[in-house]
């Protein structure tokens, strides 16, 4: 079954879980700091957005890479950089359009390496729940 027809996996989800408690902390943090908020958050949203949609991108990357075989490592190697020139394509438009707040979405985007830090947390405590 191609990963796009697959439902994601709890790890999936859990990342997902923590970009939005990331992105709605630093959204209250920050938001007493900033003058234009609603250029911040929507800076913010596209980058939570962005780290969400790279995660899922990683998981098919993966999924798909695991029945490959001797092309993986090229496969995969292709596809990171394809996702992060899509990463950079989103804040040069967020720039140069002004339509939102570029390095906001980077705090955003930062949303990824914070959701891996609280997966293991954030797995413990769903595993606790059942």
Known sequence: MSPLRKRPDAVVKEMWMGICIWGIAAGLVA???????????????????????????????LDRALDLGEGAQRYVTVRSLARYGVFVLVFVVLAVTKAADPLAAFLGLMGMKVAAYLQPLLHKMRRRRR
């Open 31 to 61: 938001v007493c700091f900033v003058k234009d908020r609603i250029h911040f958050t929507a800076g913010l949203f596209a980058g939570c957005l962005l780290a969400a949609a790279g995660v899922w991108h990683m998981w098919t990357v």
